[in-house]
Structures are given as structure tokens and as C-alpha cells.
């Protein structure tokens, strides 16, 4: 199904930093996203529609990381190579970028974050949401932002999963189109796209 661009719209990109590419907690077949996410980001630009960016920003003493008692190796501490952008990812300038900065542990984009705030101000409608990873801050993510009403659009070739448990991508992925959310592919978006032109 194809779905086009339109007023109301944003993209989301969901914790798209180096330590979960190629760093400290890599993602397997993260690279992969690079490329896909920046159609959609460029798709974005053409119609100059808003573009929000949420990160891991933690400091080093974060109680997520195990030598604190969490279940994660140390990544994306505020300032380190590791919590910058992912190598490639093109990032425009207009960007509006949230933290998740909390001495505790955070997955979704809009716990103890401005980003509710952010998108009511940009007056988003509807995300499309793609990044890092699908089964830990992507569900959360979109199950949140389905709590609050926004219609959701899962870039399902922009995400991926840790699976630490066999399968936990595929089940969050039947879990965010359970709550509402529809899934596409950029061919989709292209079609949709071309048809329009």
C-alpha cells in the first residue's frame, strides 16, 4: 500500500548513533538501515516536512550500564564518539533532535522527554518512525506515540532488532501494528511518490 507524504507529517529517527551500528552495542544488520533511512530522510526534504532525531545521551556513571547494576555495556555516553550520528547517515540541518538523558533507563522517545512537546509544536499528526531497535526503543517509541493519539508508520526496511531472544523483532513488530501502526517500505513511499508527480 502506498502511503504519501502530506502536511501533518514527520519523520522519526529512533537512536540511529555509531555505538548501536559498528560500536559498543551493535545491532546486527545495522549498517543496513543507513541507506534506506536517508530515501526517506531525503523524501522528507523534498517536501519539507519536519525531521526529529531522539538519541541515547547518558553519562558515564548510567545505571543501565552493568558495571551499575543494568543489563547494557556502556554506550552512547554524552559527548563520545559512540553517541554521534551513525557513520553515513545524512543528516539535514533543520533537524530537531531530542535526548534521552535520564539517570534511569529509557526506551521510548517520549519518556521524560520534550518530544511530545517538540511534535505539537512542528504540528505532527502522523510518524514515521524507523531506527534502532525495533524490539527495545522502536516498540516503545510507537506504542507511546499511539497512546497519544499520533497516527503511526513503521518503516519496516528501516529497522532493526537484537533479538536477544529469537523472534523479539518479528513479535514487536505484530505488537506496533496491533496498537495501529502501518507498516511500509520506501518502494511504497517511491511509488506513491511518482504517482503524485
Not at 38 to 53: D, K, S, T
Not at 96 to 120: C, I, N, P, W
Request: charged letters at 20%.
Amino acid at each position: 500500500m502506498g502511503v504519501k507524504l502530506r502536511p501533518g507529517d514527520a519523520l522519526l529517527l529512533v537512536d540511529v548513533q555509531a555505538d548501536f551500528v559498528d560500536g559498543a552495542l551493535a545491532v546486527p544488520r545495522a549498517a543496513e538501515t543507513i541507506p534506506v533511512l536517508n530515501a526517506y530522510i531525503a523524501a522528507f526534504e523534498r517536501h519539507r516536512l519536519p525531521i526529529v532525531a531522539m538519541r541515547d545521551w547518558h553519562p558515564a556513571n548510567h545505571p543501565s550500564f552493568k558495571a551499575f547494576g543494568g543489563p547494557w555495556p556502556p554506550h552512547c555516553v554524552v559527548n563520545s564518539p559512540g553517541a554521534q550520528f551513525a557513520a553515513g547517515l545524512v543528516v539535514p540541518p533543520r533537524l530537531r533532535m531530542v535526548s534521552k538523558s535520564s539517570m534511569r533507563e529509557q526506551y521510548s522517545g517520549f519518556d521524560d522527554t520534550d518530544m511530545h512537546a517538540v511534535l505539537s509544536d512542528l504540528g505532527v499528526r502522523r510518524l514515521f518512525v524507523g531506527g534502532l531497535a525495533t524490539d527495545y526503543c522502536v516498540v516503545a517509541t510507537v506504542l507511546d506515540a499511539r497512546k497519544l493519539g499520533y497516527e503511526v508508520v513503521v518503516l519496516v526496511d528501516a529497522v532493526r532488532a537484537v533479538d536477544v531472544k529469537p523472534g523479539d523483532g518479528e513479535r514487536a513488530l505484530r505488537q506496533m501494528l496491533a496498537a495501529g501502526a502501518v507498516p511500509l517500505e520506501r518502494a511504497a513511499l517511491e511509488a506513491a511518490e511518482s504517482a503524485r508527480a
